[in-house]
C-alpha cells in the first residue's frame, strides 16, 4: 500500500496506493467532517484545490444521515461524488469532545448524542460497521482519547484498553470485508498510538500495536491542551517505534509549522479544521504570514489575499471584496475564504514534496519554520 521513495534525514518522500487512488506523501486530508467542507465547497471544489484524500467522520455521519442509509446508496463516494480517496475517523475523538457525559467500560463507550440526546453504545466493532457501511478507503480504529495532561495510572489504563480495542477492530474489518456486500472490501484499518504525554507509555503502546502489522499507524491524542514544545518530544518518541514501511499520521494537526516541523519529524499524513474553521472568521494563511482579512486597512485594498497564490479566490476578487463580503454575512464571503486556506495548505504540502524530491526540505525547513508564523 504504501512506498518510501526517498528520505532527507529523518523527514520521508513517499506515495500510498489505493483501491480508490493515489496519494502522494506527505499529504494534508481536507476535512469534510459530514460528507462536505464547512463553508459550502462540494466534492468537485477539492479538486481545484488540488485535494488528494477526503476525510470523513464515523461519529456525525452515523447520526445523520445515518451510515446504513450511506450503504443504500453506494457508500461515501457515491454519495458525496469524490472518487479519490477516503480515510473516516473512528468517532473516538467525539466522544472526547462532544460527550457531556460519557462511560466508558471493556466493552464500549455509552454516552449521548450531541444532536438529541438519546443514548448511544460505540464498541470497537460498532466503529467498523459503520465505517465499512460508509465504504472508506482507510478506517481509523475506535480508540479512547484523554485530556492532556492526564494522570499517569488513568492514562496507562486507557492505552491499555485502546490497544485491546484495536485487536477487536482488526478481528471486525476482516469479517466485514469478507462478507459479500461490502461496499468496499479492500478497506484498510490504521491503529491510533496514545498515551498522553507519557513518552514511556507512547513507546509502550506503539510497540505493542506495531506487532499487528496494520496498513498504517497514526500519532493521536495530541494538540488536546499540552504546549506545542512537548506534542514535539511526543513525536520524536514515537517515531522511531513506527513501521518504516507504513504510512505515518499526525491526527487533527494543525498550524502550517506545525506540519513543517511534523515532516521534519518523519510524518507523513495530517489532517486538521483550522484551515477551513480560521477561514469562516477572516483568518487566511499566506507565503508570508497569517491575515486577518476583517482589518479596516483592507477595505480599499485591491490586491489578492496572497499575491503569491493561484487560488479560485486570489485568480479573482481582491481583499477589498473579500472583507466586504465577511463584514456583510454573505456565505460567498466564507467560502471563497474557505477555497483560498485549502489551496494554500494543500500547496504547502505539494511544495514540502517538490523540496523532498530536489533534496532542499532543509533549507525550505529553516526558511518557513518562522515566516508563516507571522501575524502580518
Not at 478497506?187 to 513507546?203: A, E, H, M, S, T
Not at 507523513?268 to 477572516?282: E, I, K, L, Q
Not at 466564507?334 to 477555497?339: D, P
Request: glycine letters at 8%.
Amino acid at each position: 500500500m504504501f512506498k518510501v521513495i526517498k528520505n532527507e534525514n529523518s523527514a520521508r518522500r513517499g506515495v500510498i496506493n489505493t483501491v480508490h487512488g493515489t496519494v502522494q506523501t506527505p499529504c494534508f486530508m481536507n476535512v469534510a467532517t459530514c460528507g462536505a467542507i464547512k463553508g459550502a465547497l462540494s466534492a468537485f471544489d477539492l479538486k481545484d484545490v488540488k485535494c488528494q484524500i477526503m476525510l470523513s467522520n464515523t461519529y456525525h455521519m452515523h447520526l445523520r444521515p445515518g451510515d446504513e442509509n450511506v450503504k443504500t446508496l453506494g457508500g461515501l463516494h457515491k454519495f458525496t461524488r469524490w472518487d479519490g480517496p477516503i480515510l473516516t475517523d473512528s468517532g473516538g475523538f467525539q466522544v472526547f469532545s462532544l460527550a457531556k457525559l460519557r462511560n466508558i467500560t471493556e466493552d464500549g463507550v455509552t454516552f449521548n448524542s450531541h444532536i438529541d440526546g438519546h443514548r448511544i453504545f460505540m464498541t470497537p466493532e460498532f466503529s467498523m460497521q459503520i465505517q465499512s457501511n460508509l465504504g472508506s478507503t482507510i478506517a481509523m480504529a475506535f480508540d479512547e482519547c484523554v485530556e492532556n495532561p492526564s494522570p499517569y495510572d488513568y492514562t496507562k489504563r486507557s492505552a491499555e484498553l485502546t490497544a485491546r480495542w484495536l485487536v477487536r477492530c482488526k478481528n471486525e474489518l476482516t469479517r466485514l470485508n469478507s462478507l459479500g456486500d461490502a461496499v468496499n472490501p479492500q478497506q484498510k484499518l490504521f491503529g491510533i498510538n496514545q498515551g498522553g504525554i507519557y513518552k514511556d507509555l507512547r513507546v509502550d503502546h506503539m510497540k505493542r500495536i506495531a506487532e499487528l502489522e496494520l496498513d498504517g499507524y497514526a500519532i493521536g491524542g495530541l494538540a488536546v491542551g499540552e504546549e506545542t514544545e512537548v506534542m514535539y518530544e511526543i513525536i520524536d518518541e514515537v517515531i522511531p517505534h513506527m513501521p518504516y514501511d507504513k504510512p505515518r499520521y499526525l491526527m487533527g494537526v494543525g498550524t502550517p509549522v506545525n506540519i513543517i516541523e511534523a515532516v521534519h519529524r518523519g510524518v507523513d499524513m495530517f489532517d486538521c479544521v483550522m484551515p477551513s474553521r480560521n477561514a469562516r472568521h477572516g483568518h487566511l494563511f499566506t507565503w508570508k504570514g497569517i491575515r486577518n482579512i476583517m482589518n479596516s486597512k483592507y477595505a480599499l485594498d485591491p490586491a489578492p489575499i496572497d499575491e503569491q497564490c493561484e487560488c479560485p479566490t486570489c485568480k479573482s476578487f481582491s481583499r477589498a471584496y473579500v472583507r466586504h463580503l465577511m463584514k456583510a454575512g454573505e456565505m460567498l464571503g466564507m467560502r471563497l475564504c474557505v477555497t483560498h486556506n485549502l489551496y494554500f495548505y494543500n500547496t504547502l504540502l505539494e511544495r514540502i514534496r517538490e523540496a523532498l524530491d530536489e533534496n532542499r526540505y532543509e533549507e525550505f525547513y529553516n526558511t518557513y519554520r518562522e515566516i508563516l508564523n507571522i501575524r502580518i
